[in-house]
């Protein structure tokens, strides 16, 4: 009888230990088989592989919060990148490269610290037409992943040595901003203090039934080396982003419009893209996108680069979905010759755990 009291007593205390602190291992594993090929005119390489992060990208993690009372809580996150066809970290010598953070929060939002994706990504990741496919998406492409495309590099998505403020949902209205901090302050020509490299990125949005609209800014201020003796040593390069998604129910429609400026080089790129997502059933639809960029340098035309995808997803279970798709993009230079292609045919299953 003892026995049995001290038992129920442990198991009580564990039930309410489990209550005010848990801590949830997680992850998505996607793999893919296809046909890509990329590469100038007359140079493109067309390969057979299996390969990683199709639908999404594949990665594993851990997060748990505590209950500290009066409705506050305090947060982890520990999520790291894996490339599932060899088994590798995504990033070499970097266990959690996808996010590192601690931090709090309540009825007033979320205050964390560390590694994290940036607002204008949030924006732009929640807005992408074709499910923010990786490996299947021509909008990542043209707006800058492959310098083929543009003139202006894509932004950063993640944000090292950040502190980041996400806000409470107001009938539909919510916000975040986040700043990291270079901590390469340094000493340029003279002796002459060079600022450190930064960045700054925030969005605003509305999501409420059927529709989401928002806007994203971000700036990266890069660190260079300090030519003269009043040098800052730094140079920016800005992005915006006006964007939106509506659900029709027979369909869903995304739309996103974004310019990106490199004072650096001058050089400066308007961007769109648009998507529609037709569902058959509760497990199964298609999506389909197109994706436009215009680069110029000086005011002088420069690259420019289109491209669309279609991509199809079946839901064998809430964690598991088949998946197949197709990418076509091609880059041109100013004069409108063709100079680059990328493309990819794929057939994939994706695992959320």
């Known amino acids: 009888m003892k026995k049995s009291l001290i038992t129920l007593a442990v198991l009580s205390f564990a039930g309410v230990a489990s209550a005010q602190s848990s801590v949830t291992l997680y992850g998505v594993a996607d793999l893919f088989f296809g046909q890509t090929e990329k590469g100038a005119p007359g140079k493109q390489l067309k390969q057979t592989v299996v390969d990683s992060d199709g639908l999404s990208s594949s990665r594993w993690g851990f997060k ?22 060899t088994g590798e970290q995504k990033t070499a010598g970097s266990v959690f490269d996808r996010v590192a953070t601690v931090g709090l929060s309540g009825a007033f939002g979320a205050v964390t610290m560390g590694r994290q994706a940036t607002p204008y990504d949030a924006l732009r990741s929640s807005t992408n037409n074709t499910y923010d496919s990786k490996a ?14 543009s003139e202006v590099a894509a932004y950063e998505s993640r944000l090292s040595n950040s502190i980041a403020f996400t806000s409470a949902n107001y009938s539909g209205f919510s916000g975040a901003v986040a700043v990291n901090f270079g901590e390469n302050k340094g000493l340029g020509l003279n002796n002459v203090s060079v600022d450190a490299g930064q960045t700054v990125s925030l969005h605003a949005k509305y999501a409420s039934g059927p529709l989401l609209v928002g806007v994203a800014y971000q700036e990266q201020k890069t660190q260079t080396a300090a030519t003269t003796a009043a040098s800052t040593g730094t140079t920016s390069t800005k992005y915006t982003l006006i964007a939106g998604s509506y659900d029709f129910g027979l369909a869903k429609l995304t739309a996103g419009y974004n310019t990106a400026k490199a004072d650096a080089t001058n050089a400066k790129d308007k961007q769109y893209q648009v998507g529609v997502t037709v569902p058959f059933s509760k497990a199964a639809s298609v999506a389909f996108g197109y994706a436009k960029g215009d680069g110029e340098i000086a005011g002088t035309d420069g690259k420019n680069g289109s491209g669309y995808s279609l991509v199809g997803v079946y839901d064998l279970s809430k964690r ?18 063709e100079t680059y292609k990328n493309s990819a045919v794929a057939v994939g299953v994706r695992h959320k755990f």
């Open 320 to 337: 598991t979905t088949l998946y197949a798709g197709w990418m076509d993009t091609k880059a041109k230079n100013a004069a409108g010759a």
């Open 136 to 149: 299947l998406t021509a909008t990542d492409i043209v707006w800058g992943k492959d310098k083929n495309y």
């Open 64 to 85: 748990g919060a505590e209950d500290l009372g009066g409705g506050l809580k305090a947060n982890f996150v520990l999520e790291g990148g894996m490339k599932m066809d």
